[in-house]
């Protein structure tokens, strides 16, 4: 026969499941979060998201009741665990101030796992290795924690340490969950440094566990710090049984010096009384008195040694030693015989008040109360959580990233334009973008021609007649005469066609003139063209130089004048001139040999060999100096805009290559936080029909004995017994 739950239970996972796997599957699909910084936020609370549904899931898929355990450091909550599991489960707890939630259910061995923020999983062999590396992150933790706090950042572990442990999973064999089909949830100690622990339970099992236990010792029933918590607790869950913690073994001193059994273990009731007049804030009071919540005074120690020695007898097994039952402050559990014949008896069937407080949790659990709140919070987790996956997808994050792809896009398009007239530039001929240059070049040349020889002849004829007033020989007329005064003439002229050639550089494309096409194409390539030539107008004419013509006259050429002498010894024209000048024209010649020997003839042909170096080989020197300043001048420009083409295309394509894949991981996001956005609206309209199938309204949930309060601040409804 099918039961309302397993009804509801089968038809609710036919619907989660298909929504758990879509949402598996697509953040699965998601690209690295480094790589899709806009949605980093959206991504981590997906995560959480899944991480929750999956604790629903594995409740609502197993009919599991949870049982979470809430209370301050050493209040006896691992106590009660041993008690409420029918196993010594103390030493698997975690550590007092560890954030972590800890699962401990039946199994045939023992299991212990951990799963971090990530969602990764690690196995342990035992409890030694899990409380080993438990002991090692809560280090690190620690580190994390005050490295956030130093940068002023909120810490979040999922972003500062997601390595962390999230919850540990523990299966031993316990007689007593073996039955129950329970789950017990031990929560770290309250209270602790690392805050974000407790919000994060409370997210984890705001709607998930249907009702809670918060167990106090006696001694802290009066301190409001304990109940700032546990008024949070009120919010959370539709049930909350407060367990105080009783030591009935405590004595007081009589005024004889002998001592008498405390009120609080001969008469607890009175304290919890006392604390209901005195110390309950309103708000713990009226859920007292709506049902919502109840007080047991329970002596842990004694429940919890009882449990476990009923349990070690029907398996006919040897005693639990005392020593082994440790309390949280680390006392030796007492056995009921050691509580003393005149302890006495406390609230409940056999002195330690644990029966009631059992009886009473049990028959919540059996009740239709707890049916309809287990239905009803289980569809009210789920559109919470199908409402918030549903919100990350939507949010300004999402927006960011739509706006990430399309400035992507826009980028790319115009990237791309650029990358295309680069190579169009690539197919250019810029040797004809410096016609005019040349043309130029070529004017120049001609108006030094015309202007003719500069300085006049006389410079030379004053050096020829200086020379002749002078004993130098005829190679000092050309070495240190006739030459230098050739090269200065040279240089001058050299330099007129440097400066003039750099005046018509001086524009904007260093002596290029580009098309419009050109210019065009420049433009949409945002190519800085004249950045790409000044170098070449500033280095104009630096490695370029210009050729010095070299005067050489054969002194064979020149006339000599013969004596009447040189007649009648037979001497030629020759020897008279090689006896005047030497062999190799480094012979000194006196004046008077000079005045006698050379005539205006001979003056006349040095000066004509002057005038043709002067008239044709210096002009020629100066057009092949010319052509090679605006050829060299041409090539480097042509090579510069080359280069300048090339830097650019590959600076664009390593540009592009990167954002195109950068484009498809925005929009393999995008698709995939679409895909979410769809599943999470159509899982909100089964869950809707979900709701009408079970009349799980509102209102119906009221009729049924159950109210609903709107509690201000988290914006959410929590279940009210009326």
Same mark, same amino acid.
């Given at each position: 026969?099918?039961?309302?739950?397993?009804?509801?239970?089968?038809?609710?996972?036919?619907?989660?499941?298909?929504?758990?796997?879509?949402?598996?599957?697509?953040?699965?699909?998601?690209?690295?979060?480094?790589?899709?910084?806009?949605?980093?936020?959206?991504?981590?609370?997906?995560?959480?998201?899944?991480?929750?549904?999956?604790?629903?899931?594995?409740?609502?898929?197993?009919?599991?009741?949870?049982?979470?355990?809430?209370?301050?450091?050493?209040?006896?909550?691992? #106590?009660?665990?041993?008690?409420?599991?029918?196993?010594?489960?103390?030493?698997?707890?975690?550590?007092?101030?560890?954030?972590?939630?800890?699962?401990?259910?039946? %199994?045939?061995?023992?299991?212990?796992?951990?799963?971090?923020?990530?969602?990764? /999983?690690?196995?342990? !062999?035992?409890?030694?290795?899990?409380?080993?590396?438990?002991?090692?992150?809560?280090?690190?933790?620690?580190? $994390?924690?005050?490295?956030?706090?130093?940068? %002023?950042?909120?810490?979040?572990?999922?972003?500062?340490?997601?390595?962390?442990?999230?919850?540990?999973?523990?299966?031993?064999?316990?007689?007593?969950?073996?039955? !129950?089909?329970?789950? @017990?949830?031990?929560?770290?100690?309250?209270?602790?440094?690392?805050?974000?622990?407790?919000?994060?339970?409370?997210?984890?099992?705001?709607?998930?566990?249907?009702?809670?236990?918060?167990?106090?010792?006696?001694?802290?029933?009066?301190?409001?710090?304990?109940?700032?918590?546990?008024?949070?607790?009120?919010?959370?869950?539709?049930?909350?049984?407060?367990? *105080?913690?009783?030591?009935?073994?405590?004595?007081?001193?009589?005024?004889?010096?002998?001592?008498?059994?405390?009120?609080?273990?001969?008469?607890?009731?009175?304290?919890?009384?006392?604390?209901?007049?005195?110390?309950?804030?309103?708000?713990?009071?009226?859920?007292?008195?709506?049902?919502?919540?109840?007080?047991?005074?329970?002596?842990?120690?004694?429940?919890?040694?009882?449990?476990?020695?009923?349990?070690? $007898?029907?398996?006919?097994?040897?005693?639990?030693?005392?020593?082994?039952?440790?309390?949280?402050?680390?006392?030796?559990?007492?056995?009921?015989?050691?509580?003393?014949?005149?302890?006495?008896?406390?609230? &409940?069937?056999?002195?330690?008040?644990?029966?009631?407080?059992?009886?009473?949790?049990?028959?919540?659990?059996? !009740?239709?109360?707890?049916?309809?709140?287990?239905?009803?919070?289980?569809?009210?987790?789920?559109?919470?959580?199908?409402?918030?996956?549903?919100?990350?997808?939507?949010?300004? *994050?999402?927006?960011?990233?739509?706006?990430?792809?399309?400035? $992507?896009?826009?980028?790319?398009?115009?990237?791309? #334009?650029?990358?295309?007239?680069?190579? /169009?530039?690539?197919?250019?001929?810029?040797?004809?973008?410096?016609?005019?240059?040349?043309?130029?070049?070529?004017?120049?040349?001609?108006?030094?021609?015309?202007?003719?020889?500069?300085?006049?002849?006389?410079?030379?004829?004053?050096?020829?007649?200086?020379?002749?007033?002078?004993?130098?020989?005829?190679?000092?007329?050309?070495?240190?005469?006739?030459?230098?005064?050739?090269?200065?003439?040279?240089?001058?002229?050299?330099?007129?066609?440097?400066?003039? @050639?750099?005046?018509?550089?001086?524009?904007?494309?260093? &002596?290029?003139?580009?098309?419009?096409?050109?210019? $065009?194409?420049?433009?949409?390539?945002?190519?800085?063209?004249?950045?790409?030539?000044?170098?070449?107008?500033?280095?104009? &004419?630096? /490695? #370029?130089?210009?050729?010095?013509?070299?005067?050489?006259?054969?002194?064979?050429?020149?006339?000599?004048?013969?004596?009447?002498?040189?007649?009648? @010894?037979?001497?030629?024209?020759?020897?008279?001139?090689?006896?005047?000048?030497?062999?190799?024209?480094?012979?000194?010649?006196?004046?008077?040999? /000079?005045?006698?020997?050379?005539?205006?003839?001979?003056? !006349?042909?040095?000066?004509?060999?002057?005038?043709?170096?002067?008239?044709?080989?210096?002009?020629?020197?100066?057009?092949?100096?010319?052509?090679?300043?605006?050829?060299?001048?041409?090539?480097?420009?042509?090579?510069?805009?080359?280069?300048?083409?090339?830097?650019?295309?590959?600076?664009?394509?390593?540009?592009?290559?990167?954002?195109?894949?950068?484009?498809?991981?925005?929009?393999?996001?995008?698709?995939?936080?679409?895909?979410?956005?769809?599943?999470?609206?159509?899982?909100?309209?089964?869950?809707?029909?979900?709701?009408?199938?079970?009349?799980?309204?509102?209102?119906?949930?009221?009729?049924?004995?159950?109210?609903?309060?709107?509690?201000?601040?988290?914006?959410?409804?929590?279940?009210?017994?009326?």
């Amino acid at each position: 026969m099918k039961t309302n739950m397993q009804t509801f239970c089968q038809e609710f996972s036919k619907e989660l499941e298909p929504f758990g796997e879509e949402l598996r599957k697509a953040l699965s699909e998601l690209p690295p979060r480094e790589d899709v910084r806009q949605i980093d936020s959206t991504v981590l609370g997906l995560q959480e998201v899944q991480q929750r549904l999956s604790t629903l899931r594995e409740k609502v898929s197993n009919q599991r009741t949870f049982l979470l355990i809430f209370g301050p450091l050493k209040s006896g909550k691992s #106590t009660l665990m041993n008690a409420l599991s029918g196993a010594y489960v103390s030493e698997v707890s975690s550590l007092p101030a560890y954030p972590a939630l800890v699962y401990v259910r039946n %199994g045939e061995r023992q299991r212990f796992e951990a799963t971090d923020y990530e969602g990764g /999983k690690r196995e342990f !062999s035992d409890n030694v290795a899990l409380t080993e590396a438990v002991q090692t992150d809560h280090a690190q933790l620690a580190d $994390a924690i005050v490295a956030a706090e130093k940068s %002023g950042e909120d810490f979040d572990p999922q972003r500062h340490h997601p390595g962390a442990i999230r919850r540990m999973d523990i299966e031993i064999p316990a007689a007593h969950l073996a039955e !129950s089909g329970s789950v @017990l949830v031990d929560t770290p100690g309250l209270y602790s440094h690392m805050r974000f622990g407790y919000d994060q339970m409370t997210r984890d099992f705001r709607d998930t566990a249907a009702c809670a236990i918060f167990v106090v010792k006696t001694d802290n029933l009066f301190f409001e710090k304990v109940f700032e918590e546990f008024e949070d607790l009120l919010s959370c869950f539709s049930r909350i049984f407060l367990v *105080a913690n009783i030591d009935s073994s405590k004595k007081d001193l009589r005024p004889d010096g002998t001592l008498e059994p405390s009120l609080e273990s001969s008469d607890p009731q009175q304290i919890i009384d006392s604390f209901r007049s005195l110390s309950m804030s309103a708000t713990l009071r009226g859920a007292i008195e709506d049902g919502r919540l109840q007080i047991y005074p329970i002596d842990l120690q004694k429940a919890a040694s009882r449990t476990l020695r009923e349990i070690a $007898a029907d398996a006919e097994s040897e005693a639990v030693p005392e020593t082994e039952l440790e309390t949280e402050s680390g006392a030796e559990l007492y056995a009921e015989s050691e509580a003393g014949a005149e302890d006495p008896p406390v609230t &409940g069937q056999r002195g330690d008040g644990f029966d009631e407080f059992v009886t009473d949790l049990t028959g919540y659990l059996n !009740s239709s109360d707890y049916l309809h709140d287990f239905m009803y919070d289980t569809l009210r987790l789920a559109q919470d959580l199908t409402a918030e996956a549903g919100d990350l997808v939507t949010k300004e *994050a999402v927006a960011e990233l739509n706006r990430s792809i399309q400035h $992507a896009r826009e980028e790319l398009e115009r990237e791309r #334009t650029r990358l295309s007239a680069l190579e /169009k530039l690539e197919q250019q001929d810029w040797d004809e973008a410096f016609t005019k240059l040349r043309a130029a070049k070529d004017r120049l040349l001609e108006e030094l021609t015309e202007q003719g020889a500069e300085p006049s002849d006389d410079v030379f004829q004053e050096q020829i007649a200086a020379w002749m007033e002078t004993d130098e020989s005829w190679n000092d007329l050309l070495k240190q005469r006739l030459n230098p005064q050739l090269e200065q003439e040279s240089e001058r002229r050299s330099q007129r066609v440097l400066k003039d @050639l750099r005046t018509q550089l001086e524009g904007r494309h260093a &002596g290029a003139e580009f098309s419009q096409t050109q210019l $065009a194409i420049f433009q949409d390539a945002a190519l800085p063209v004249e950045e790409a030539l000044a170098a070449c107008r500033q280095h104009f &004419g630096t /490695k #370029t130089k210009a050729g010095t013509p070299h005067l050489v006259v054969d002194n064979e050429a020149i006339p000599v004048s013969r004596t009447l002498g040189d007649y009648l @010894l037979l001497r030629s024209r020759g020897r008279v001139r090689q006896e005047i000048f030497g062999d190799d024209g480094n012979r000194r010649v006196p004046v008077s040999v /000079k005045q006698k020997r050379l005539s205006d003839e001979s003056l !006349s042909k040095v000066q004509a060999a002057v005038r043709a170096t002067v008239d044709q080989d210096m002009p020629e020197r100066q057009r092949r100096y010319a052509d090679e300043l605006v050829d060299a001048h041409v090539r480097q420009c042509t090579e510069a805009l080359r280069q300048a083409i090339s830097q650019r295309k590959n600076r664009l394509q390593e540009w592009i290559v990167p954002t195109e894949s950068a484009l498809q991981r925005f929009q393999q996001a995008r698709e995939v936080l679409e895909r979410i956005e769809s599943s999470s609206a159509r899982f909100e309209r089964e869950l809707s029909q979900l709701q009408e199938q079970f009349d799980l309204t509102p209102e119906s949930v009221t009729e049924s004995g159950v109210a609903l309060q709107s509690e201000t601040g988290n914006g959410e409804e929590v279940l009210q017994d009326n």
